[in-house]
């Protein structure tokens, strides 16, 4: 236990690692949720060995204790660390490199892909009204622009909205759902807009802050998981139920495995909602519609709210697969499913259109409770509203030219362009890292990153352990300081103990992402004769 | 009790009321802390009857027990009906008005204010960069949005920032700071850029979450004060600990009515913090450079975190008053008060740029323990960014044009037109509410409302309490009702009990708002007539 102390107050990833691991069945078993919490502890008071000067009032010691134990990996150490050598090669420092290239986050432009056109120019023309005037702009730019204009108070994108998103766009929000669902009626008023997905899922999660009987409400998220689920779970004090995706089954979910997961951790907690991200995040899956409809009735049997990240909706690769969403698969199953509560998220930062910076998407709410919907829209009044230019971009996303409208054509170019582009770039990440000595990479069948699986050689994971780093964290550093490439190890994002994965995203244009593969190569070739 | 238990389940406001009121002093002594939270409990019980379909996973019963207990009255139930009013109007229903007059909410351009060019002019450079060949830029907004474009990865405003912001614009906040505070450094590392202010205000105190020996944090808030505070304390399960200000003395803060209240909240709280808004909103008074002293000396002999509200910096309109920044008086006076911590808030949702939708605005972080700082900038990346387009406007404000810069004309011309515009307007409205008959309005010296008192006839009263509804919501539903116009109810910002206030704000040009103030008239008179 002292060595994990130790660790824990070493590094933030062994740290995220071990809180996760504790309430994961295959390091130790789940009932054991008090080590869970007794470890967050000991990582605050950890902490408090290095807070400071006596005479502040906020301190590690009387700090909000859920804080020093959020992870969130995406915006982790490596990304400091590359954050920093971007300083010091500015700065002339010499490097084996001349540029990071910041593989971690899936921020689309930063990589080097164009807006979309038609989206820019009606934020152009609602942000300066002036430019109605410009014959540059085409007129159903300018014309979809005046619309969203009339629908915004005083004509004015710098007015508040009313909490849940400008009444227009929600509505063609629910008729791109209904579209997109082959009919499935949406209603508007079951729609929120956000700042972006995230908002939209801390709104969720918050409404399950509940404890019965001494119990929390636990949440089942996936392993490897998009972290943002693990810090929200920490930040609110809810315990999270990992539940493994089998990577030797291109990571699809395994229904025995919810069934274990959620038995067991009924001893620490109660169980309220299933996350399930499809297209997967970080491991690129696409499920299949049977596989939908297990998770369905699997969360049917045991009362679980689901909460359907579905952001990548747009970003399938593979020929073999098609995007099934949560709400269309229920409905269609009929009654008793169709009637269960469900969250969908979307988001406009990725997608083809990639304006992460944005800040927009949208939620929708089928089945809750009219009661609880109506705490839920008072609760997100206190943040007034969205960005009214991210809902703008969401009007366009859910809505865009159409047909024989003067900007289609272009804009089903500059769509198809990123789409496929990804597609190919998707197949070249997987197919080129299967040929790296002891890595094995699934797929990309959708999502924008590979996550492959590497093996380290011992010596490699004795010196990690001397560091004290994660094998995979240490392999991760290794990587940047050589080569420039910036990843996140896989254990930011959970994985089965004894194995180590990385994510990488397959943004950077083809050429670039050829070149990263080949430095890429001739580092892991290196890093295993090293340590062999 | 249970005539309260009644009152409580009857009336968003009342519920707002009672429950803020039971941790003010003048209403029940502070130490019946239990009885507050009791009060919540008896609320959620409340709201379990009218809970629906026991097949549902989330319902009243099992949500977050702090999620219905939130009020937030500048979005509350008087809002909402004028909503159903504005459409029943669209709807053709006749009524004895023809508009609704939105006075409820600082919501700047949806009351005619326009946007300011030079914003505007980047935001669109920024977001569409072919309108760099356009003639009708001028070179400085050009120069800026190349500049702004090239601290953007990808040069695009849809790429992701650091969760703080951007750095150049980081550091031009900070400049501005230094510049407003008379040259007292400002560390760029200090600030962080947010979407508004609200998000700034619950980052900060969400740090503040804790509890020991069965205490919970207080946080001392003005009474009447912005709901946003009571909204936030309330989901964050902290206690808010009400200090009343002094109408008697133009809303000015009265150090023996600080320390008794401090003193009594220590029966059932730790006091950790004090919020101050300054311009004051609701109530519009702009503190003294002695006053802002003497809460500091308060502050540090309590130890007690400054959260001071400076929104509305920019609005002053009474010639006696100036604005002093409490970093700035703070660090004037020496140690020990120098080395205390502060976080000074701002937004561009206010001042003369009035951009609410955009949602922009920063914090400064002053004297925070340096690992407590650390936990912050941690637990703010789960957000991933603010919107860039935001941190672009905050980047204007902060670093307007210059003088001999080509903007800069039009730029100080249409901000002085803004400025003195609602400097006539504050003083038009104080005083011509002091001629209605039951009102007392003080001086608006700053920020964007007024808050006057008003005497309502006992038999007003007597129906009110009929109706169940607090007697100042009873009257801002009637004058709804009757002539269009919304405002919100003193009981939504907390009041010395048995004293009736309301918010309205002095946005409406300067003609639409002597018309609102004549119908307010004839509405008043009227209703005293009635009830009397």
Redesign the interface.
Known sequence: MEALVNLLSETLFSNFLTVKSFVSRKFTPRINCNVSIQTRRITVSS?QK????V??????K???????V?E?AV?GAVLIRA?EIEKELQNGVKKPFTEVI?AN?G???????I?ITFI??V??LV??P??FN?A?FPPDAKERAKQLLDA???S????????PGIELIRKHVAEYIQKRDGGIPSDWQDIILT??A??GI?DIL?????Q?SGLKSGVMTPIPEYP?YA??LT?YDMIPIGYYLDESNNWGLDMSELQTAVNQSRAFSHP??IVVINPGNPTGQVLTKNNVQEIIKFAYKE???ILADEVYQYNIYDPESQFFSFKKVMKEMGK?YS?M?VASFMSCSKGY???????AGFVEII??????KK??F??I??????????QVTTDIVVNSPKEGEPSYNQFIQEKTTVLESLRIKAKLISETFNTFKGFSCNPVQGAMYAFPQIKLPPKAIEEAEKQKKHPDVFYAFDLLEHTGICIIPGSGFGQDPGTYHFRTTILMPVDKLKTMLEKFRDFHTRFVEKYS
């Open positions: 902490c290095t807070s400071t000067p005479n502040r009032t906020l301190t590690m009387n700090i909000n204790p859920q804080i020093p959020i969130y915006r954050t910041r986050l921020d689309c432009h930063a990589m080097g892909q807006p820019r120019q934020l152009a942000t300066y002036k430019l410009e540059q915004c108070r005083g004015s994108v710098g007015s508040y909205t009313d909490s700042s972006g995230s908002p801390k918050k409404l399950m802050i509940y019965s943002l810090a929200t930040e309220r909602a009362r679980l709210f008793p009637e509560e259109m990639g304006e992460c910076g944005i800040r089945n809750m409770d009219p009661e609880v705490m839920l008072k609760a009044t206190t943040s007034l509203c969205p960005t009214v230019l991210g």
